[in-house]
């Protein structure tokens, strides 16, 4: 018969086991993390703090950089439409796109009419490359529309990229239409792992289909939905909406976000002076986006249905 002194040392090898077996895993994802995460942005925070000496290559520490970024994100006109642009896209992309992507991804998950024909549609444009996306797009708005517009109403128009009146609303349909896909994908994936018999006996006791989406698959999904909504702040900054795919280097001023801005100036600084300007530029975006994010995680986790 097994003694309490044999069991006790029986539990705590397996113990042994299970903490080897979770080190060994959790090696790699760790090492990730920091070195690619805490290490890269690490080296950007002691950067914003830098003043380089282009000459000698020598560099002081200084808060001349936070200063200068902060008179640019408040004083340059350019910068404060970029803001517009980048609030204005995050804000239609989210409250537009995401009822849409759950009514979407409700329709396929019911099975009803064309639902299959939906999901390839809706998820079509992730899988084909983005240039070929924007090519096939930039075409459809830019010739052919004005084309059908000519022939069936006689009506001569600009194409809705030419005209600077329409252009950033094309591009802002754009980015919603592809951003249907990775969405809709995951929440009809997630509704399919509803119980049925939760469904049926909320039909048997007089629920509609409104009432089965909203107080039935809508709390089992909120989970995914939240994360989305989450991760989602962090695009209000990096967000590019396709414009280095549509215009290149050379986007309209008044159609640059945050995230194009800053890739452009990036990718075209020539100096060490000019990436501690950036670098404090992104800090003081982190400084604002993280509270944010916080605050969102919050509300959603506080006020967001319950599964009971």
């Keep these: 018969m097994e003694t309490v002194k044999q069991k006790k040392k029986r539990i705590l090898r397996a113990k042994d ?11 790699f994802p760790v090492a990730q993390f920091a070195v690619m995460y805490i290490g890269v942005n690490f080296n950007s925070i002691l950067l914003a703090f830098k003043s380089v000496d282009t000459l000698s290559g020598t560099y002081t520490w200084t808060f001349s950089n936070i200063t200068k970024a902060f008179k640019l994100f408040t004083q340059s006109t350019a910068l404060l439409l970029t803001a517009k642009n980048s609030l204005v896209a995050y804000v239609v992309l989210t409250f537009l796109g995401t009822p849409l992507g759950l009514m979407f991804s409700y329709y396929i998950y019911k099975k009803l009419p064309m639902s299959n024909a939906f999901r390839v549609i809706l998820f079509l444009p992730s899988i ?30 600009k194409g809705l990229l030419e005209n600077p009146g329409s252009r950033y609303a094309t591009i802002i349909f754009y980015n919603l239409w592809v951003g249907f896909g990775t969405s809709v994908l995951i929440y009809s994936n997630g509704m399919s792992g509803i119980s049925q018999e939760m469904v049926e006996s909320a039909y048997l006791d007089g629920a509609t289909g409104l ?4 107080k039935i698959t809508l709390p089992m999904i909120y989970p995914t939905l939240s994360t989305f909504l989450i991760t989602g702040i962090a695009g209000l900054f990096t967000n590019q909406i396709a414009l280095y795919s549509f215009y290149g280097g050379g986007a309209p001023e008044d159609l640059q976000t945050y995230g194009y801005y800053l890739y452009m100036k990036t990718k075209n600084a020539t100096s060490d002076s000019e990436y501690t300007l950036l670098a404090a530029m992104g800090l003081l975006l982190t400084v604002v986006v993280v509270p944010l994010t916080l605050g969102v995680k919050w509300a959603l986790e506080k006020f967001g249905p319950k599964e009971d």
Excluded at 145 to 153: K, N, V
């Design 128 to 157: 084909i490359s983005g240039i070929v996306m924007v090519t096939i797009f930039q075409f459809f708005v830019e010739r052919a529309i004005p084309a059908f517009a000519s022939q069936l109403f006689g009506v001569k128009m």
């Design 17 to 27: 086991k299970d903490l080897i077996f979770y080190t060994l895993m959790m090696i």
């Design 211 to 214: 009432t089965e989406f909203w």
